[in-house]
């Protein structure tokens, strides 16, 4: 950003300044080699005659593995115009194929013998590098070898790019930007090529994009890797216990020098200075594809303010960057508090950009309210600048960011290999102690400084972008934005609105410890178990997961509450009301604190507590935890949203309206979730929650009185409810605690549930025949979606044997999956499967969800039938099996895991909540240690059954010749 000038024609001046400052910064930093720079000698460094670069950091705590990486310093920001997306295209390559190598991301048996596991191999592809990784086993020679080996292809030229492994992962890529979403950021890719010039390449529209990936030549992809992929450009980062340096060093050398030095090489392209040079952009752009539904979508506005001081290498650089952080915590958090307010018609967030030397803040705004969101936006920015931060927030921002800096892990690999490569990359300092010097740094900051940074910081913008929906006639203009911000009047947000306490919204009786109510206390059968029922008719299960040695504030205490009255319970005409009360209060709030204020109380007074409500299908309850010093405010929230719901109007109507926003904006592709519904709908399973275009359609339903009236016919019977709490905790100096609130808890409303309805879901036995569906949605989409489902019921004893040996079988078969892609390369990105106990219905369910490309349905189909035949068969499956033991199984189902608060609170729920039996953790442990192929193949003949197969697609619908 920029000094604030009084005129327009100051503000073009000011642009060579942005530009100078540019140039001298870069032109400082390259006129300098990295070894000047004042780099960590706890780091060794190196750099081999070709260029090829290597940083070295041992640690000296032993580490399970060595984090290695190969980056290039060249991503999406080196393309040349024709070459959009190749830079991500040429990412995918080495993992098809190198010299050494073949289909590296499914390599069972390589990854197996070198007892490694699939994603510890990977890469990603960025705006200014192209990151490779390969993490061994610590101290695993073969297996730092190998990785050795794979980088050395990937740079030293030893891609062969063969036509056919081109052409194989056409379709997979394509199956990439579906399972991504990409055609939905078309609009801001539009306005990023646009705006910033040679900094990204044009964007290809989506109803060009398939033909595009499908069609390019493979000139595109050798002319980028042998453009940019060289060792000059590249770098080998090391961290992890390392024994011996010397040793590690001499093998890199010995792996990576002869890979010859490049001849003529292009120079890295700055777009930058001609960026910062170019006149003020003003871009109105309307996306291309409208939302979902009936609704209407909201407009993007987005303010880009320039900031040529990018130097980080010195102390000066390093305070500036703090700064410029501690300014963006300061925008973010006012913003947040200026926005804690039901029914605004907008949202505003700040947006760091780490490529490009620009701030964004970002306006999402309803139709008709453009004016009022800019103008709010501006405010808080005129804010800052006229008025900035005083002592009690200045003080609470810089204890929050050093907060967050004392929780980084400085002597893990991850802290060092981030550091490292920014090092290389951005030629960002890293001296020795960096963290600590960033500490003293920040402490020294003061309040004078940062009020001085912030009258840096002009309220009107370089850069503005306006993205309109599909058919709107909505048209701004420069000028009627830039007078909205220069109109707008700045607010002083320093003062914040006192907050009452949990206290003051509890009455001042019952809950009076004078007279407090009885309770009964019983030994479980659960060894360590302890249950007390309450005078109201609660039932409570104790179980300390350690024993007290010394009393400490921050033992983790878990709990959990349930009932067995849920959605099914109430007639249909209650169901949309029932499925959405629990929401609806949470945004509602407690008696007479809305949400923003309980989250403010919480934030300052009991971070530690987590609680929430809730009403699914088969039961509802509470879910928290706090730490011991704090579980009497969690049970007096509990005691509030049992007993004080907070009922408002304009809170219901904020709900809905969020509730269509979610349905416009949602995370997730509504294509996928309605197909999800429409399964769910064939098996005659309600449980799951609703998502997509069902649920806009049951929030369509809900009325506010009758929601409130199921949400008070479950919470105000407290009879009804069992509570579960685990961790570390004297259960004798709980138990009044736990009586003074818990045994308070209402149990004097009407109970209006239907008991018919539930009955009868109760016996209900699912009985359908195996078939295989299609569905079409609504909007045309890519590919097809498979789901694959094994289906069974248990009406008699549950087996806790056959879930754990189904769950093995669910992760072989997404282990198997991969092999449709990487071998036998059909158009699959992304697949999964797993297996699940829905033990409210009492069936197992594996499952397995594969998109794929039209061309390739018949052949994926053929291929997931031999992949279950080969599981029935024990057939090349104990490589897979020690995989999943190892890397899924072995610690969660370790016995001292299963003793530890949170996987205790799961077991004694499923306990006392379905009646299954309890098992001994040793006991679980043993029997996972000793499963076999043998016994998977006889499970997966069990249940992997033709009778209890159901296969779903979702396709386009046929065209009508």
């Not at 030893?158 to 939905?184: C, T």
Request: overall charge neutral; some cysteine; glycine content about 4%.
């Amino acid at each position: 950003m920029k000094a604030i000038k009084p005129q327009k024609h100051f503000m073009k001046i000011s642009l060579i300044t942005l530009v100078l400052l540019w140039i001298v910064s870069m032109g400082n930093l390259q006129a300098q080699s990295l070894d000047s720079l004042n780099l960590d000698p706890s780091i060794r460094y190196g750099k081999l005659k070709n260029g090829f670069t290597y940083y070295i950091k041992p640690l000296p705590k032993e580490t399970a593995k060595t984090h290695m990486q190969l980056v290039v310093n060249a991503g999406i920001g080196q393309q040349d115009p024709d070459q959009y997306e190749i830079a991500h295209y040429v990412e995918h390559m080495p993992f098809v194929k190198t010299q050494h190598f073949s289909h590296t991301l499914h390599a069972p048996e390589l990854l197996d013998g070198l007892n490694m596991e699939s994603g510890d191999v990977n890469a990603r592809t960025g705006w200014d590098q192209t990151l490779y990784w390969f993490n061994p086993p610590s101290h695993h020679e073969k297996a730092l070898e190998n990785g050795f080996l794979f980088f050395y292809d990937i740079i030293g030229g030893q891609l062969p790019f063969r036509q056919a492994d081109i052409d194989g992962e056409r379709a997979p890529f394509f199956g990439e930007y579906i399972y991504r979403g990409a055609k939905d950021t078309y609009s801001n890719k539009r306005y990023e090529h646009q705006l910033f010039l040679d900094c990204y390449t044009p964007p290809v529209p989506p109803d060009q994009y398939e033909n595009y990936i499908q069609s390019f030549s493979k000139d595109k992809l050798i002319r980028f890797y042998k453009d940019w992929y060289r060792p000059d450009l590249a770098v080998l980062l090391i961290s992890g216990n390392i024994k011996n340096v010397d040793d590690l060093e001499e093998k890199i050398r010995k792996r990576f020098s002869d890979i010859p030095k490049s001849k003529n090489p292009r120079s890295l392209k700055d777009c930058i200075p001609g960026y910062l040079a170019q006149p003020d952009q003003f871009i109105n752009i309307q996306k291309q594809y409208a939302s979902s539904g009936d609704l209407k979508d909201k407009t993007q506005i987005k303010l880009i303010y320039k900031d040529a001081y990018t130097e980080n290498r010195s102390a000066y650089g390093i305070k500036r960057m703090l700064l410029k952080e501690l300014y963006y915590n300061l925008l973010d958090e006012r913003l947040r508090k200026a926005l804690n307010t039901y029914n605004t018609p907008y949202n505003v967030y700040s947006i760091k950009n780490k490529n490009l030397p620009v701030t964004e803040v970002h306006i999402s705004v309803e139709n008709e309210f453009e004016k009022e969101g800019v103008q709010f936006t501006a405010g808080i920015l005129k804010s800052l600048q006229q008025y900035g931060t005083k002592e009690s927030e200045w003080s609470a921002l810089k204890t929050n960011y050093l907060q967050t800096l004392n929780r980084v892990q400085v002597h893990q690999p991850e802290y060092w290999m981030y550091e490292m490569k920014n090092h290389f990359v951005r030629q960002e300092a890293l001296p020795r102690d960096k963290h600590q010097l960033l500490n003293q740094i920040l402490k020294g900051i003061s309040l004078e400084e940062m009020n001085a940074y912030l009258k840096e910081h002009s309220t009107m913008p370089d850069d503005m972008v306006v993205i309109t929906p599909k058919n709107t006639n909505t048209n701004f203009t420069e000028k009627q934005l830039r007078r909205w911000i220069r109109r707008a009047n700045a607010v002083d947000t320093r003062l914040e609105k006192e907050s009452t306490s949990l206290n003051n919204l509890l009455p001042t009786h019952p809950l009076e410890t004078q007279g407090a109510k009885k309770y009964k206390i019983k030994a479980a059968a659960i060894t360590g178990v302890t249950e007390v029922c309450l005078e109201n008719g609660v039932q409570l299960i104790l179980k300390p997961t350690d024993v007290v040695k010394e009393k400490s504030e921050n033992n983790k205490i878990s709990l959990h509450g349930f009932s067995k009255e849920g959605i099914r319970s109430f007639a249909p005409k209650n169901i949309p009301h029932a499925t959405f009360a629990a929401e609806i209060v949470k945004n509602a709030g407690v008696k007479d604190m809305d949400k923003f204020e309980l989250a403010a109380l919480k934030k300052e007074n009991f971070p530690s507590v987590n609680l929430y409500p809730y009403i699914d299908y088969a039961e509802s309850g509470v879910k928290g935890e706090a730490n011991l010093k704090e579980l009497e405010s969690l049970l007096q929230l509990l005691y509030l949203y049992f007993a004080e719901p907070r009922k408002d109007k304009i809170a219901f109507n904020d709900w809905l309206q969020k509730e269509r926003n979610n349905y416009l904006n949602p995370p997730y592709g509504i294509e996928e979730v309605d197909f999800n519904y429409h399964i769910q709908q064939t098996l005659e399973d309600s449980t799951p929650s609703l998502k997509g275009t069902s649920r806009i359609k049951a929030v369509k339903k809900v009325e506010l009185e009758r929601a409130y009236n199921v949400y008070e016919t479950v919470f105000r019977n407290a009879s009804n409810f069992t509570f579960i709490l685990t961790g570390t905790f004297d259960q004798e100096q709980l138990l009044p605690l736990l009586n003074q609130y818990l045994g308070n808890l209402p149990d004097d409303f009407p109970d209006r549930t239907d008991k018919k309805t539930n009955k009868e879901m109760d016996n209900n036995v699912w009985d359908l025949a195996p078939l295989t569906q299609e569905f079409y949605p609504i909007q045309p989409i890519e590919n097809v979606r498979l789901r694959w489902d094994y289906v069974s019921s248990y009406q008699g004893k549950y087996a806790w044997q056959d879930e754990i040996k189904l769950k093995v079988i669910g992760l072989s078969i997404a282990i198997h999956l991969q092999s449709i892609r990487y071998v036998n390369k059909r158009g699959v990105f992304f697949s999964t499967a797993g297996s699940v106990v829905n033990r409210t219905l009492k069936r197992n369910h594996t499952i397995l969800n594969i998109p794929t490309s039209k061309e390739d349905v018949g052949l994926v189909l053929k291929d997931i039938d031999k992949i279950i035949e080969n599981i029935k068969m024990g057939k090349g499956q104990q490589a897979v099996l020690e995989d999943v033991k190892r890397f899924y199984f072995n610690a969660k189902y370790d016995a001292s895991n299963l003793r530890k608060a949170q996987p205790m609170l799961d077991r004694l729920y499923r306990h006392y909540r379905y009646d299954e039996p309890w098992v001994n953790a040793d006991k679980i442990e043993a029997y996972v240690q000793s499963l076999t192929v043998n016994d998977l193949a006889k499970t997966a003949q069990k249940y992997l059954t033709k009778d209890n197969h159901f296969l779903f697609m979702l396709k386009n619908k046929p065209e009508v010749e």
